[in-house]
């Protein structure tokens, strides 16, 4: 009879592995979640034009996280702007800072150039997409 019980414990045993690996895949998804990070349920891009603020707020030769409207807006030159997605391209978490001129990505460490949307380290592989801006009356409008 011992071997019928062991086989059974055996099952039994097998059948709680199975659930703590399946619970501890929950847990790693979880913790690899992008929702305290996301825009929500939010396009990446805005879908009607959206005013930012004054066109000064962003450095000549430098660039604003616009974090809240999901939105990088660089400028290359005075009076010339350009816009990106500030939401990664990887897992959708939206970029918490700029460095040196790095996009960074919170969840998974991706980084995109904030000139060109370029993807400059993965785990992302696509570039942050474009966005019309343009400055009006000192106002810097996206979308």
Same mark, same amino acid.
């Given at each position: 009879m011992?071997?019928?019980?062991s086989a059974a414990r055996r099952t039994v045993l097998k059948g709680a592995a !199975?659930?703590?690996?399946? %619970? +501890?895949?929950?847990?790693t998804l979880a913790a690899c979640s992008t929702e305290t990070n996301s825009g929500g349920n939010t396009p990446a891009t805005p879908t009607a034009p959206v005013?930012?603020?004054?066109?000064?707020?962003v450095p000549v030769?430098?660039?604003k996280l616009y974090r809240e409207r999901k939105l990088i807006v660089s400028?290359?030159?005075?009076?010339?702007?350009?816009?990106?997605? !500030?939401?990664?391209?990887? %897992? +959708?978490?939206?970029?918490?800072?700029?460095v040196e001129g790095q996009g960074n990505c919170p969840c998974h460490g991706s980084?995109?150039?904030?000139?060109?949307g370029k993807v400059?380290?993965?785990?992302?592989?696509?570039?942050l997409p474009a966005v019309p801006v343009r400055a009006e009356n000192g106002r810097l409008i996206a979308g």
């Open positions: 011992p071997a019928p019980q !199975a659930l703590a690996g399946a %619970a +501890g895949a929950g847990v005013e930012l603020g004054a066109a000064a707020d030769g430098g660039a400028c290359p030159a005075e009076g010339q702007y350009t816009a990106f997605s !500030a939401q990664c391209t990887h %897992a +959708g978490c939206v970029l918490d800072k700029i980084r995109f150039d904030v000139a060109t400059l380290r993965g785990p992302a592989s696509a570039p």
